[in-house]
């Protein structure tokens, strides 16, 4: 009796020692099967790190060579900077120096200006010195013309001899235009005879240096070809017609 349950207790017992390992089996089995997929899941997530590091390498390894790029780029627009700073400071030298130069052409300009107006009044000075010669020895010229065409005085006999009659000087033809019965205006001078010319033959004008002599000149022919008798009235009107301020009209 003892010995039969001894033996159903160690069936049991051993049956129970089988159950048992077999449980540890399967449940070993079980984590070593998990632990096999999990070291699997971990060996994937370690490649996918891997290829992470790898992508992230070769993005550095772009950035790196953008950014030399940019540097690169920036050392360019460095450079050109700086030449066109330097262009500007040579262009704004440049900018200065012509300023400076315009300004002391216009001072030049304007002492050249005080020069050609001063020379231009005392050459008008001049000018008008010369007229008023040239008119008094008009003047003079007529008075000694007129002299020697006056008749000679009448010598003076002894006493005690007949005078000879003085027989007068025939008076010369007067121009046209002038009433017959009008008074002569010297009574004691005899005028010259003039002809009254067809054309004027003025002389070239070269420059304003030769203004004088051209304005001579061409007085004389004035007075030549006009046949005016008194010079006087000639070189009045001609002084009239070159004073300052004379235009068509007047």
Known sequence: ???SEANAVLLRVEQEALDHVRNSEISTHNL?????KHAKLLNEEVDAKNTGLQIANLHGQQVQAEVARIELLLGQERAT???S???WSKSHEA???AQTEYVQALREVDIWKNEHGEAMHMYQEESIQCHEEHRQNCETYYLYENLRSAPNNPSVN???LPVSPVVPAARPRRSMGIDEDEPPARDEEVALKTKKGENLHAPSYRNITGLVSWQTALTQQL???SGVRDIGLV???IAAVWAKGATFES
């Not at 070593?32 to 096999?36: G, W």
């Open 1 to 3: 009796m003892g010995q």
């Open 81 to 83: 900077s700086q030449l």
């Open 223 to 225: 007075v030549q070809t």
């Open 85 to 87: 700073t330097q262009g």
């Open 32 to 36: 070593l099967a998990q632990s096999v």
């Open 158 to 160: 002894p006493p005690g």
């Open 235 to 237: 070189i009045k009107w």
């Open 95 to 97: 900018a200065v120096a």
